[in-house]
């Protein structure tokens, strides 16, 4: 059973062979790894057999990324989505957002036209993501024959983006964009629909261009580990209408729906169900989310990629074995779990814990049967 198979049973609802896996990894966490002996030519995906890579997908209004400052680990960027920050080049989570480009309507009216394509720019996909990249990216025909090199491998294949709420936050700011929840909700609402228009019309361009990846992978936190950011009513109102509408044209173009949201917004999962959305991620430990009960209530309509606490991971070889075979046994009943960390593997872990973790799965993760198996 190759690894496309192998998460394509797994999002049937089957049991295939072994749980399928995949991971994400902070900056400096590979850092780490490589002075403790990843070679710097072996990407951890590889080195470790996953079965999912992801593209990164371009639907940015394009600003002319730019290089500010750099002064030691620090530096300050224009990104493609008009915000500028300040970030560390060697960790993941030091990041400061200095400005964004749509302080009031007639703002966004102007970035709204700047969301269009021609024949002649790069491409919007990539197998390097796009934030923070200072290159306006590869040709059509360069990222064809990258995506083939992928589909080679024969595994499950995400093309990755921001969802409506996460581009709103690069183009709008976090603190502007939740006083918009009550004061502005209708600005927010045009936002949201006009990106997701112009992802849509990106995402169908790279199908044009014969890159046809398995599923849209789309980043959209929507909650904290208290809760969400705002009221289910609010997204409801604002967001839901934009996430219908990708996920109507996910099911249309038979691409599968994959969703990347941190915290606990476990109140509107429902919703999302009812937008197509199949698959969730990283579901937080830490959130109070776990796997097993999830199974129980939405078992029969979602698939889960994660909710491995990473703290145990740091913790001690003893706690993430426990942590892992509580949890993986239960939650691969009738497939519909994927093994990955509960949001990305930081740096207190080490390269020889991490191949511990991959041992522990391999133990917990394997199927009786050897071979598929339909469940009710």
Request: hydrophobic fraction near 40%; proline fraction near 4%.
């Amino acid at each position: 059973m190759n690894s496309k198979e192998r998460v394509l049973l797994t999002l049937a609802h089957e049991e295939p062979d072994r749980v399928a896996k995949y991971d994400a990894f902070w900056v400096d966490t590979l850092i780490r790894w490589r002075e403790e002996g990843l070679l710097e030519q072996v990407t951890p995906e590889d080195y470790f057999d996953f079965d999912i890579r992801s593209m990164g997908i371009d639907a940015s209004p394009r600003f002319e990324p730019e290089l500010i400052k750099e002064e030691g680990d620090m530096i300050i960027l224009k990104d493609r989505f008009g915000y500028v920050v300040e970030k560390s080049k060697t960790k993941s989570r030091t990041m400061h957002f200095i400005s964004h480009p749509v302080k009031n309507r007639d703002d966004w009216d102007q970035v709204k036209k700047r969301f269009v394509m021609t024949d002649t720019e790069p491409a919007r996909i990539d197998e390097e993501a796009f934030p923070f990249r200072l290159d306006m990216g590869p040709t059509w025909e360069q990222a064809r024959k990258r995506f083939q090199a992928l589909r080679e491998k024969d595994v499950y294949l995400l093309g990755s983006a921001y969802g409506p709420h996460e581009a709103i936050l690069r183009l709008r700011g976090f603190e502007k964009t939740l006083y918009d929840v009550v004061d502005h909700p209708d600005l927010l609402a045009d936002m949201a629909i006009g990106y997701s228009d112009f992802l849509i019309k990106v995402i169908h361009r790279c199908l044009k261009e014969r890159i046809h990846i398995d599923a849209f992978f789309m980043i959209e936190d929507l909650a904290s580990t208290k809760g969400m950011l705002f009221s289910p009513r609010q997204w409801r109102e604002i967001f839901k209408p934009s996430v219908e509408k990708i996920g109507s044209f996910l099911r249309e173009n038979k691409l599968d729906f994959w969703m990347h949201s941190c915290g606990n917004g476990e109140e509107v999962f429902y919703d999302l169900i009812e937008c197509g959305v199949q698959v969730l991620n990283p579901l937080e430990a830490k959130s109070g989310l776990d796997v097993r009960e999830l199974k129980k209530k939405y078992g029969n309509h979602l698939t889960f990629l994660g909710n491995i606490d990473v703290r145990a991971m740091a913790e001690s070889e003893a706690a993430v074995a426990f942590e892992m075979r509580e949890k993986i046994t239960v939650a691969k009943k009738c497939g519909g779990y994927i093994y990955h960390s509960d949001h990305s593997v930081p740096p207190e872990v080490s390269l020889q814990r991490y191949r511990y973790v991959m041992n522990v799965l391999e133990k917990y993760g394997a199927y009786k049967n050897k071979r598929s198996v339909s469940c009710p």
